[in-house]
């Protein structure tokens, strides 16, 4: 499987990216995909998650405090796509954004994810 972020960059503070993760290859019929970040210095940090389940796509409750309200996860099935819509973004938003899955429930952990993206950096400076 594999998994291809894009849409990162350099934004003001107060604008808006959505970030995409174009994932192919699995053929897990239970999986989860979640959206992490990781700041210079920082630990990888888990933002949002859902999964899949025969066919079903379930968004997690958790969001990550530092996120809540401004970034949200969604996924187009036709597309093979999961998205991390991101507003109102702050400097401390700063860092490498990566999704990962793994088979079976949501962890919001990064040990837990198999199968990572390259990353994409986005930069929120004025």
């Known amino acids: 499987g594999m998994l291809v972020e894009s849409g990162g960059g350099l934004v003001q503070p107060g604008d808006s990216l959505r970030l995409s993760c174009a994932v192919s290859g699995f053929t897990w019929h239970y999986y989860s995909i979640g959206w992490f970040r990781q700041a210079p210095g920082k630990e990888r940090e ?11 796509t379930h968004v997690a409750d958790y969001v990550a405090d530092s996120v809540k309200g ?57």
């Not at 888990?46 to 079903?56: A, C, E, I, K, V």
């Not at 597309?79 to 507003?87: A, D, F, I, S």
């Open 46 to 56: 888990g933002l949002s998650f859902l999964n899949s389940r025969d066919g079903n």
């Open 70 to 126: 401004r970034f949200t996860i969604s996924r187009d099935d036709a597309k093979n796509t999961v998205y991390l819509q991101m507003n109102n973004l702050k400097p401390e938003d700063t860092a490498v954004y990566y999704c990962a899955a793994k088979v079976g429930p949501i962890a919001t952990i990064h040990h837990s994810y198999n199968y990572w993206g390259q990353g994409t950096q986005v930069t929120v400076s004025s």
